[in-house]
């Protein structure tokens, strides 16, 4: 049984009379496990799909089953129940709390669980410590690099031990070396287990990937192992 499985996916904007489509007839199964790139020009539909397979986004057609669970007629309280648990972000911004330390960022998604504050405390530990920076749990991130930030919302995404990870443009902030870096560390969580789903304009990036979707105008135009 596929972790993903898209059916006939449609996904429709509305905005008065105005109708915008940003994803047309979408089929996609991605198995647990599995390191997806996707990528597309601008408008393509990238992060509309991955918004959808994040429980962010509600599909206008079609269906979704995630692990099994029919997505389509859960309730928010449900979809927010899945986001805190079963998957995380990353994305190019960082969407790091200003004015927090790096160790405060990485543990709002135990907090969110009830987890206890000593408990809390190892698991943030050993999530900064996986990505190279337990040394900057103290530091606020308005005082760190943006390589920093990125293994800071890494950190943030992978404490919670869920198991798929959707990155939007995880390496768009950063120069090439840095990104370089971020992508070895997602390497690494492939290798660990973690379902990774990326999304990138530098097929360098894409290439990190055992799988390549691509689309255009809101369909899949391609679907290779690479």
């Known amino acids: ?10 996904k429709e904007y509305h905005s008065g009379d105005i109708v915008t489509t940003a994803l047309t007839h979408i089929d996609l199964c991605v198995d647990k496990g599995e390191f ?3 990528m597309g020009a601008s408008g393509s539909g990238k992060s509309t799909m991955l918004n959808i ?12 089953h995630l692990n099994g669970n029919n997505i389509n007629n859960m309730s928010n309280r449900e979809l927010s129940k899945i986001r805190g648990k079963d998957i995380a972000f990353v994305f190019q911004s960082f969407a790091l709390m200003s004015g927090y330390t790096v160790f405060e960022n990485a543990e709002i998604p135990l907090i969110a669980q009830g987890i206890s504050r000593t408990k809390r405390k190892k698991m943030v530990m050993s999530a900064l410590d ?10 606020l991130t308005s005082h760190i690099s943006g390589g920093q930030k990125q293994r800071t919302a890494i950190a943030r995404a992978i404490v919670s031990g869920a198991d798929m ?7 768009g902030a950063l120069d090439s ?4 870096e971020i992508m070895s560390i997602f390497s690494e969580l492939h290798k660990q287990g973690k379902t990774i789903l ?4 530098d097929r360098t990036v894409a290439d990190y990937a055992k799988r390549l979707i691509t689309l255009k105008d809101g ?8």
């Open 219 to 226: 369909r899949i135009l391609s679907d290779e192992k690479i």
């Open 53 to 64: 397979i994040g429980c962010m986004d509600k599909l206008t057609s079609g269906t979704y």
């Open 177 to 180: 070396k840095t990104g370089a």
């Open 36 to 38: 997806v790139s996707i």
């Open 165 to 171: 990870i959707l990155a939007d443009e995880p390496t």
């Open 198 to 201: 990326l999304i990138t304009h």
């Open 130 to 139: 996986a990505v190279g920076i337990a040394d900057l749990a103290p530091k």
């Open 1 to 10: 049984m596929p972790m993903i499985e898209l059916k006939d996916v449609c």
